[in-house]
């Protein structure tokens, strides 16, 4: 909706996306109405059919986060596995069903990985983003391509779109200096073309030693150490033409490119470290995209996209008589098609098409370069009242392999519905039930299937059925809101893709089953108590109860699986006031064990992250078109070496100071 707002008029809106407790005009402004566009909506989180969680840019800036896994590590039931370090590897994992089974979408195009199925999510930036959102289970936004929809989850993540209200161009620079010789700098540019184009470009880099200091205790002896060849030189960088043709529809073409160099450090056992590995990779994604709505009834968009990923590994461990030098090449050809019909204001019905090739070639010896050609089609539909969502479809998935030696893969087919509802019990309050079940599944990677003398082709794809059951409730009160959501959930994962020793090898197999069952329970609040000061906090609580029935007499029958907790929780909570915004965090995660078996030996000790930040923004020239913001982070207040990964110590205490320039 459009508002015509006086100077210093105070406005609080109700049914938002996130909460907006002010919108003034500046107060030197000429003595006449100006124009204010805020964008209305219900609550995603409580008002969706299936469970979702999700983080506006403004919140972002509230809470201090300059990373990803930083804002996802606060999503109740959302896991980030972390090898430690700067630049460690980190994933999504989803009610821990497996960084697998999480689909990375990025303005609306998959990021995926053929090779080992995990997307380090380390490579995004958040100085560019509108909304980080994840889908557990299903999600009401149907157009979308037929990948998404036989996720098992979505992490989906939007850019901000160039804003040209106040002039032709948009530039911001960015600086950030952090503990143990780590520097960031980012660079945005956008310009106005003629004819409703626009062009784009970003480029944020991360250099660091990473040389942080933690103690390692074995037994009662405690000692000082440095992790070592942990250093960090990256690069990522991104350029979006995008064109409104008005009836024409709308074009979109963009490039992205990964660059990067570290070190592994490794494990941490018994006072050893190893630093004899390296990795580069290199990546180059391009799409371009195209959108139009044909009358009312019908809409469309189609997307074609290519991908390439380039990595190396180099071990010169002494153990080794010539030295380990393994290097990759990915490839993705992907062409996406998606209509969308509406035959009533309340129904609509999508068909969405994906064709993909993914092929690997790798300097092992015995890499076969297999090629996978992969269709999937999607049919579903939506209807949706002031009270009532319904969403059911299926998707069909085929694929077929070929190698250039051995035996490919058998041909894979399989068609996994899905469907959720929610329903909104009382007129008077936002209080809804909602109901969702989803059968998902992983295709086995290259790697489970082909890797050297431990892959097996015969590997079945890996299938998650998932069902949940919860409430969620939103009350509005003047000067603010406050909600909160309960899902219970079920998951049965069958054919789980394990390794398995043989007579005188491990084998890739089929050879594992697990039940989950769990519940998460968030509550956030927003409330102005003033028009100088408001607060926002939110809460999130994660029970998981994730046990391995693969074998009754095996010794790990009914333990927790790895890696997953029985209890986890986060907590954040924000002040703001016109001179300066500070911030909390702290996410916490019980005791874990790292293999199968539930003992002593495998035990990870819980933990609890806090972390606290203030910034300031100042805005400067004529029209405002200048604001500074200065943030400064203190992260890890305990200074706990905890362990996500077991032997992969994280940074303790540490400081971060940023300075952001935006015109």
């Not at 002010?22 to 402004?29: I, L, N």
């Not at 070592?228 to 992205?256: F, P, Q, T, Y």
């Not at 009242?385 to 041909?411: L, Q």
């Not at 009754?552 to 907790?565: E, F, L, S, V």
Request: charged content about 20%; glycine content about 8%.
């Amino acid at each position: 909706m459009v508002c015509m707002l006086a100077a210093g008029t105070p406005v609080t809106y109700l049914h938002h996306a996130e909460p907006v407790a002010y919108v003034t005009v500046a107060a030197d402004a000429p003595d006449t109405l100006d124009v204010a566009i805020v964008a209305s909506a219900r609550n995603g989180a409580v008002s969706s059919s299936a469970p979702v969680r999700s983080m506006s840019a403004s919140g972002i800036a509230r809470s201090g986060a300059r990373n990803l896994d930083e804002v996802i590590r606060t999503f109740a039931g959302i896991s980030v596995k972390d090898y430690g370090g700067i630049g460690g590897l980190k994933t999504v994992s989803i009610r821990s069903l497996g960084a697998q089974h999480t689909a990375i979408c990025y303005d609306g195009i998959t990021i995926s990985d053929a090779q080992n199925g995990q997307v380090d999510i380390g490579r995004f930036n958040l100085d560019n983003i509108a909304n980080v959102s994840v889908s557990v289970a299903g999600t009401d936004d149907i157009f979308r391509s037929a990948r998404h929809l036989t996720s098992s989850g979505i992490l989906e993540i939007m850019s901000v779109k160039p804003d040209f209200s106040q002039g032709p161009v948009q530039a911001m620079a960015r600086m950030d200096f952090a503990s143990f010789g780590t520097y960031s700098p980012y660079l945005l540019y956008s310009q106005r073309l003629a004819n409703g184009w626009s062009l784009g470009a970003s480029a944020n880099c991360l250099f660091s030693k990473g040389d942080y200091p933690f103690v390692l205790r074995n037994g009662t002896v405690v000692t000082d150490e440095k992790r070592l060849n942990s250093d960090v030189a990256s690069i990522n960088s991104e350029i979006n033409l995008h064109g409104d043709m008005g009836r024409g529809g709308e074009l979109s073409l963009k490039a992205m490119y990964t660059g990067s160099e570290r070190g592994l450090p490794g494990t941490v056992i018994l006072y050893t470290q190893n630093p004899t590995e390296r990795l580069w990779d290199r990546s180059l994604m391009s799409s371009v995209s195209y959108g139009n709505t044909i009358a009312d009834a019908w809409k469309i968009r189609a997307s074609v996209g290519y991908c390439m990923a380039y990595n190396r590994y180099l071990n010169i461990d002494p153990a080794y008589q010539v030295p380990e030098d393994d290097r990759y090449t990915q490839q993705e050809y992907t062409v996406s098609a998606i209509l969308q019909f509406r035959p009533a204001e309340r129904l609509r019905i999508v068909l969405a098409e994906d064709f993909f090739v993914n092929s690997l070639d790798s300097s092992i010896p015995e890499c076969p370069f297999p090629v996978r050609y992969s269709t999937m089609t999607a049919l579903s539909a939506r209807y949706s009242s002031e009270r009532f969502t319904a969403v059911a479809g299926m998707v069909w998935t085929y694929s077929h392999e070929t190698v250039r030696a051995f035996t490919p893969a058998p041909d894979r087919k399989r068609l996994s519905p899905f469907a959720s509802l929610s329903y909104r019990l009382m007129k008077e309050e936002d209080l809804r039930i909602r109901l969702s079940f989803k059968d998902g599944f992983r295709v086995p990677t290259f790697n489970d299937l082909y890797y050297a003398r431990v892959g097996n082709v015969s590997l079945m794809p890996e299938k998650a059925l998932q069902a949940n059951l919860g409430l969620a409730w939103q009350h509005d009160f003047r000067g603010g809101s406050l909600s909160l959501t309960a899902d219970t959930y079920y998951n049965n994962v069958k054919d789980k893709i394990i390794a398995v020793p043989t007579m005188f090898i491990w084998k890739m197999r089929n050879a594992g089953k697990v039940q989950m069952a769990g519940a998460d329970i968030t509550a956030s609040l927003h409330y102005v108590l003033a028009e100088w000061l408001s607060i926002d906090t939110s809460a999130g609580y994660s029970f998981q109860y994730a046990v391995d029935v693969t074998d009754p007499g095996a010794k790990n029958y009914m333990h927790q699986i790895p890696y997953t907790p029985r209890h986890s929780g986060n907590l954040t909570a924000a002040i703001g006031t016109p001179w300066l915004t500070l911030s909390y965090i702290m996410t916490a995660a019980g005791e874990r064990f790292s293999l199968a078996q539930n003992i002593p030996a495998n035990r990870i000790a819980p933990y609890a992250d806090h972390g606290l930040s203030a910034g300031r923004a100042f805005v400067l020239g004529p029209r405002h078109r200048y604001e500074i913001n200065i943030a400064a982070q203190a992260l890890n207040l305990g200074n706990i070496n905890y362990e996500i990964i077991k032997y992969y110590p994280m940074p303790g205490r540490h400081f971060r100071l940023t300075f952001k320039l935006s015109y």
